[in-house]
């Protein structure tokens, strides 16, 4: 693609050049990567809208659902891999997906803000970018874990990260080393196998490092400074949809037993006593209420299809009975 890149840059859908349909992930001029608009899974299904959203209907773009459904109740769904739900691989089975569907006939129109990786600082980016457009009436957000993924992922060798992750923009790169000579990549054949090796998992070398790489002194590093951080994105957000005349709904993220979830519970009390100085802000724990077996879980924190099933189903009685239903 490097080599060739004049058959695919710049990127429009109107031209039908881009990334192609086989990687999930593209370059994105502020967020660094972002969702591949013409991506399509391996039934050959459209994953994305035109503009960059996880499906949640068979609509191909967003803006045209808000023109085909200008009356309806509208709820955004912000997060990382949790809220895109990475590893399903067709959106119908996503929760955000299922959460449309259970809400359908109230008139409830979903859309999943979700990317794999992303944190609140990617998320404040497209909420600031599309909730104007949109203006929904609920945000929800299911978003924590991402905050602390750049300690795991960061080179070990910057003892401090700094808010906006300049320092450690490289570290990504470890992926995109060249092991051979350089006029070896004009080989036709060799280029495509080296492009397989890059690929691996859809192109998550785009946030992602070497799994030989990766460690978990990383959370050393974890700081008020990043607890402080993530508490005033999240109160950012909150000021947005007031400003929008939006409800917030805020759901702490499921961990099954991980280092990540030993570090967000000191982060969670923080983000509870900053959205009840807002009445327009919930904070909704449904832990409790969600089984965590293997059944439910791909790993320690992504749902399998039941899992999304099961989460959906918890959401939406949850909106049905204490904030949609008043509204509708």
């Known amino acids: 693609m490097i080599q060739k890149s004049e058959h695919f840059l710049p990127f429009s859908v109107t031209e039908n050049y881009g990334m192609g349909q086989g990687l999930i992930y593209c370059p994105h001029p502020f967020t660094n990567w972002s969702l591949n608009p013409t991506y399509a899974n391996h039934e050959g299904e459209n994953n994305h809208t035109i503009e960059g959203f996880r499906k949640t209907t068979e609509g191909n773009s967003i803006i045209q659902l808000?023109?085909?459904?200008?009356n309806a109740y509208k709820?955004?769904?912000?997060?990382?891999?949790?809220t895109y739900c990475s590893g399903i691989f067709k959106f119908q089975k996503t929760w955000p997906a299922i959460l449309n569907r259970y809400l359908k006939e109230k008139?409830?129109?979903v859309f999943n803000f979700g990317v794999s990786g992303w944190g609140t600082l990617q998320s404040v980016i497209r909420?600031?970018?599309?909730?104007?457009?949109?203006?929904?009436?609920?945000?929800?957000?299911?978003q924590a874990k991402n905050e602390l993924t750049?300690?795991?992922?960061?080179?070990?060798?910057?003892?401090?990260?700094?808010?906006?992750?300049?320092?450690v923009m490289g570290q990504f790169s470890e992926h995109l080393f060249l092991r051979f000579p350089k006029w070896v990549y004009y080989i036709p054949i060799f280029s495509l196998i080296e492009m397989r090796r890059l690929r691996g998992g859809d192109f998550y070398s785009t946030y992602q490092k070497p799994t030989q790489l990766l460690s978990h002194e990383?959370?050393?590093r974890f700081n008020s400074e990043m607890l402080e951080g993530t508490v005033f994105r999240t109160e950012v957000l909150l000021n947005i949809c007031k400003i929008l005349e939006c409800e917030f709904l805020y759901i702490p993220e499921i961990i099954r037993g991980s280092p990540y979830a030993d570090k967000m519970e000191k982060i969670y009390p923080y983000i509870l006593d900053t959205i009840h100085k807002y009445e327009h802000g919930e904070f909704l724990d449904i832990r409790p209420l969600m089984p965590t077996s293997d059944e439910y879980f791909q790993d320690k924190l992504h749902f399998t299809e039941q899992g999304c099933e099961a989460f959906a189903k918890i959401v939406a009685e949850k909106i049905s009975s204490h904030m949609v239903s008043c509204t509708l």
């Open 107 to 109: 008139n409830v129109l």
């Open 150 to 167: 750049p300690l795991f992922l960061a080179t070990k060798k910057e003892h401090y990260i700094y808010p906006d992750y300049q320092n």
């Open 127 to 142: 909420c600031l970018s599309w909730l104007p457009l949109v203006r929904p009436q609920l945000l929800m957000m299911y």
């Open 75 to 82: 709820i955004v769904c912000v997060g990382g891999s949790t």
């Open 66 to 70: 808000l023109r085909e459904n200008p």
């Open 218 to 220: 990383g959370f050393d």
